[in-house]
């Protein structure tokens, strides 16, 4: 256990200390009595639980640290109406004045004219931080349907009351009429009054004077105004929403107003996190759900990375792009191609699968967009179909994402999930006896990642004997093989073999094309024909 405690800086190195002497006895006493793998799991998981509560409370230190230095700055500005001071604040520096640093105002002015900008315009709350998981739901007034209490009640009923005590949820209410946000508050108040009581459920709405003026704001990336303002807005949204919870515990979730949970969400997120954690894998963001920004974990104590990256581009581009701007910031290498940026991204951005999130409306909030996307990984789905294929030797220099490689897809165990297909690239099936092929199908992509086929890609025959290769025929390669086949626009290659090529050593597909995407095999068939 000891090297959790060696990456921790000074500072957090003291409060670690004593919080382990408080958590080392009890833990001890588990472990020595019953020392199998599940206690010490839960061991790891309280040390990784009490390292991501100490990043939280660095935080708050940090921002209180702020607070005072922010202080003691007007002091000494003030100073020569109250000179004692200067001796208290002790520098002899104060006739150098410090470089100013840029803050939110540079960006967005309009905050200084109105003291209450940054104030919540309204809050119902009983006061609930220190907890594990942070919800945040943001909803808007819809024209068509409200799904916002159908969610807190799915929300709720998926959980055990254990988690309950963890949990806090905080529904924004993302309008400055205030009459309808207290008509949202007393609404959720009477259909949840023990929860309400509990202090599990918040609502908050931002003051009318944190928007700028959005009828003002400058069209982008060649969207229309409506969708420019919906999309810029709602980065401020989720800048304030975050804002405002990050004081409140250890992870953040954030959500949407019409969503379905699945059951013990909870614990599999916090499970998930703490486990990553004490592996020491340093994510930024854990994805639970495929649509958009729904069920994206942060840890509080870096919310701030992102609010203020919201805040600098929310004009600029919708909120989803500029998460994953984020982190292609942090991690990709302008020198080296798409695959190294994609491959360096996916170590700060984890995906736990399946999803334990799923849309419920299918009208989305920006009028007239049908929002039609669910997420295919929520429910029981077919992503791939097995067959029993003749016994061969399969390789293939497309490197496979985690454990979907080419060997279990053959074997019809998985899929093979490849990492950007290059030009050049084959996945070859060596026979160990040569076969006649009597039908071949290789279907690309899946339900649940449909584009991540084979694009330009054909299906090569290498014939056991050599004299029936007509080697100036254009359907034969350099090296030998007889192209006889190709992926279709739907992303499937599917054919016989002619019985005048004999029986087949080797078939491969070959890649032709550069690809934006990683490219799925979710079903392999290679029916061998009888010898004549
Ligand atoms: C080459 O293949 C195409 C289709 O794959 C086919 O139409 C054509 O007849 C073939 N040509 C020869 C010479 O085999
Ligand atoms: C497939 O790739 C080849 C080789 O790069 C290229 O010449 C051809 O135009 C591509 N075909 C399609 C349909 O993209």
């Known amino acids: 256990m000891m090297p959790h405690i060696i990456t921790l800086t000074s500072t957090r190195k003291r409060c670690f200390v004593i919080l382990l002497a408080i958590l080392i006895p009890c833990t001890i006493f588990n472990f020595v009595s019953f020392p199998d793998m599940r206690e010490e799991t839960n061991l790891q998981n309280g040390i990784a639980e009490l390292q ?26 003030n100073s020569h109406i109250l000179p004692d001071l200067q001796f208290l604040i002790g520098n002899g520096t104060s006739n150098i004045s410090s470089i100013k640093l840029p803050s ?25 931080s220190g907890v594990s998981m942070v919800l945040g739901v943001p909803t ?99 800048a304030f929403l975050m804002s405002y919870a990050q004081t409140k515990g250890t992870f953040y979730i954030q959500l949407e107003d019409d969503i379905l949970a699945k059951k013990n969400f909870i614990t599999t997120m916090k499970s998930f996190a703490l486990q990553k954690i004490s592996m020491k894998e340093h994510w930024f963001v854990l994805d639970f759900c495929q649509l958009g920004f729904i069920g994206k974990m942060f ?15 929310y004009n600029d581009k919708p909120v989803d792009w500029l998460l994953d701007h984020l982190i292609s910031t942090k991690m990709c290498n302008l020198d080296k ?9 996916a170590r700060l951005w984890l995906h736990y699968k ?14 007239g967009k049908v929002q039609k996307l669910k997420d295919k990984q929520f429910g029981k789905i077919t992503l791939y179909y097995g067959h029993d294929n003749p016994d061969a030797t399969v390789e293939t220099h497309i490197k496979p994402y985690k454990q979907y490689t080419l060997q279990k897809a053959y074997k019809g165990e998985s899929f093979f999930w490849g990492l950007l297909p290059q030009p050049g690239d084959h996945l070859r099936f060596k026979f160990t006896q040569p076969i006649f092929i009597k039908r071949y199908l290789f279907r690309s992509g899946n339900a649940e990642h449909p584009s991540d086929r084979f694009y330009n890609t054909t299906v090569e025959v290498m014939p056991e004997n050599q004299r029936y290769v007509n080697k100036n025929s254009v359907n034969v390669t350099e090296d030998g093989y007889v192209i006889i086949g190709r992926f279709d626009a739907m992303g499937i290659a599917q054919g016989t073999v002619d019985r005048k090529y004999g029986k087949i050593s080797v078939l491969r597909l070959t890649v032709h094309s550069e690809s934006d995407n990683w490219a799925i095999l979710s079903e392999i068939y290679i029916v ?5």
């Open 52 to 77: 991501a509560k100490l990043e939280h409370l660095h935080a708050k230190y940090i921002s209180s640290q702020e607070e005072i230095n922010l202080l003691s700055h007007q002091l000494a500005e």
């Open 104 to 128: 939110i105002y540079n960006f967005l002015p309009h905050f200084l004219d109105d003291p209450n900008s940054l104030r919540p315009a309204f809050v119902q709350s009983k006061g609930r």
């Open 140 to 238: 808007v007034k819809r024209e068509v349907q409200s799904y916002l209490l159908a969610t807190l009640k799915n929300l709720l009923d998926r959980m055990t009351p254990a988690e309950t005590t963890d949990t806090l949820i905080i529904v924004m209410v993302a309008e400055t009429d205030l009459e309808y946000v207290t008509y949202v508050a007393k609404q959720i108040e009477v259909q949840f009054p023990k929860e309400s009581e509990s202090g599990i459920i918040e609502v908050i709405s931002p003051s009318s004077s944190y928007y700028p003026d959005l009828t003002k704001i400058r069209d982008t990336l060649g969207d229309d105004h409506q969708r420019v303002v919906w999309r810029s807005k709602q980065n401020l949204d989720f």
């Open 299 to 313: 840890k509080c104590s870096e919310l701030p990375w992102l609010v203020q990256f919201f805040l600098m581009f």
């Open 337 to 345: 191609d798409s695959k190294h940026c994609k491959m360096a991204k």
């Open 354 to 367: 399946p999803s334990l999130f799923q849309h419920i409306g299918t009208h989305s909030s920006l009028k």
């Open 528 to 532: 061998e024909d009888e010898p004549s």
